[in-house]
């Protein structure tokens, strides 16, 4: 057997393996298909990486984003990789058809969705010696995720007329839906294993937080600490008011961030936080999607987190470097309300609930691209509610709807509170 553990140090220089990365390197190397789900900044790229470097073909990688596949390319190409190459809609006619004709040379091939379904593309990949097909951000698969893809389902069927290499799909995001999705889309006509990695991250400290006044206490905290951290907020003008008493009483530069916001201005403020010029952002969830900053030590919701899956995500951008973090959320008695307000807003979003009305699932996926974000949601819960539209309805309209969301959202917190 290989020793993975020299590859990693030789190929990448680390000494140890992150959670995850061995189980789902010994999976491929054992030339089973393999499904992985690991948190954000946990290491995905590194698991098809490796295994590449101890085959002799080549490895495709999937990707959504033209930000991501770049990403990867230039980390490939920092660690002195050469034979690397990105093809999507950047590439300009005559490099695409050097490339097409060279792409046999290359050991990483990134690609999209859609430049893979491209006939005279998908002639050159047929022609190919691929050892590992990795499709990333996996979850795109899934019309009931946030970042459906329609392009995505066409990897099955390019799969097939591949001769099915061995396959690996990676994803941070996978709800029960999702992963069957996932499981039906690419594994269902073979073995595979999988390796599902819990979002709760080891090296963030979960608390809640009681308190009579939030400010008073987020003082009191912020005094003792000098590195950066994220306030989140429900409210725009909250995050302002905050922020401005904060700046007064602290020592260090406090800016706040939501939609609001020229997009100039919140490219400098991300900037500016990413270099610890500002030190603390008072935010909307607005911000944080693609920030990779390292050395966040805590993330403090000032209030209740909107949804799980939110929570989960804003929380985690807390400690991706490894190192000890904390995610405190601040709760006052009544806080719920917000929540009761944010769910009048959705009442108001009646309109598109309403569009949903009688369709079977069938019709729907007719809609894909034009679904709306907040459609995707509705769907998604009508779909947990088994598509019984009545029941549903019933469901939204009562009272005990509200109750229930609000002692699953307690529910979740006082489980995770740690000590207080
Ligand atoms: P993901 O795709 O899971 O969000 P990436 O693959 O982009 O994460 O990796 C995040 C960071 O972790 C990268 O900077 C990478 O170099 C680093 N990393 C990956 N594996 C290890 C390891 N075994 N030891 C230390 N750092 C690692
Ligand atoms: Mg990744």
Same mark, same amino acid.
């Given at each position: ?30 030339? =089973? ?41 230039? &980390? ?10 990105? +093809? ?12 097409? =004709? ?12 859609? =430049? ?37 389902? &066409? ?83 909250? =995050? ?33 936080? +990413? ?8 935010? @909307? ?121 609000? @002692? ?13």
């Amino acid at each position: 057997m290989i020793d993975t553990k020299e590859a990693l140090k030789k190929y990448f220089g680390f000494d140890s393996f992150k959670i995850g990365q061995k189980e789902t390197i010994d999976s491929i190397l054992r030339g =089973a298909d393999t499904f992985t789900v690991l948190p954000t900044g946990t290491g995905k790229s590194l698991c098809y990486q490796l295994p590449s470097y101890l085959m002799s073909g080549q490895t495709v990688i999937v990707s959504p984003l033209i930000s991501l596949m770049e990403d990867q390319v230039s &980390q490939l190409r920092q660690m002195g990789e050469k034979s690397v190459i990105a +093809i999507n809609s950047t590439l300009d006619f005559s490099t695409k058809k050097y490339v097409l =004709a060279h792409l046999k040379e290359f050991k990483f091939i990134f690609i999209s969705p859609e =430049a893979l379904n491209q006939e005279e593309v998908f002639n050159v990949f047929k022609r190919l010696n691929i050892s590992l097909f990795v499709i990333d951000e996996a979850h795109c698969i899934s019309e009931w995720g946030h970042d459906f893809r329609p392009s995505y389902l &066409q990897l099955k069927e390019n799969l097939n007329q591949l001769n099915q290499p061995l396959t690996l799909a990676l994803t941070a995001t996978a709800t029960e839906t999702v992963k069957k999705d996932i499981e039906q889309e690419l594994f269902a006509t073979r073995d595979f294993n999988e390796f599902i990695y819990s979002v709760n991250r080891e090296n963030i400290y979960y608390q809640v937080e009681e308190c009579e006044d939030k400010v008073e206490y987020l003082k009191q905290f912020l005094l003792t600490k000098n590195s950066p951290g994220i306030i989140y907020f429900s409210s725009k003008k909250e =995050a302002e008011r905050v922020a401005m008493l904060l700046n007064e009483i602290l020592p260090y530069s406090v800016a706040f961030y939501h939609g609001d916001l020229s997009g100039a201005d919140r490219i400098k403020i991300q900037q500016q936080f +990413i270099h610890d010029e500002i030190r603390i952002l008072c935010a @909307t969830s607005a911000f944080g999607m693609g920030v990779n900053k390292e050395n966040i030590r805590f993330v403090i919701h000032y209030h209740l987190p909107d949804s799980l899956e939110n929570y989960v995500q804003e929380s985690g951008r807390a400690g991706r470097d490894g190192k000890q973090s904390i995610s405190i959320i601040l709760y006052q008695k009544g806080d719920e309300r917000i929540h009761y307000y944010l769910q009048d807003e959705s009442y108001h979003q009646k309109k598109d609930l309403l569009f949903l009305k009688g369709k079977t699932k069938e019709d729907l996926k007719k809609y894909d691209n034009s679904l709306t974000d907040i459609q995707k949601k509705w769907l998604n819960m009508l779909e947990k509610n088994n598509w019984n539209w009545e029941k549903f309805e019933q469901n939204l309209n009562s009272k005990q709807f509200e109750k229930r969301t609000k @002692t699953q959202k307690m529910g979740f917190y006082i489980e995770n509170k740690s000590c207080r």
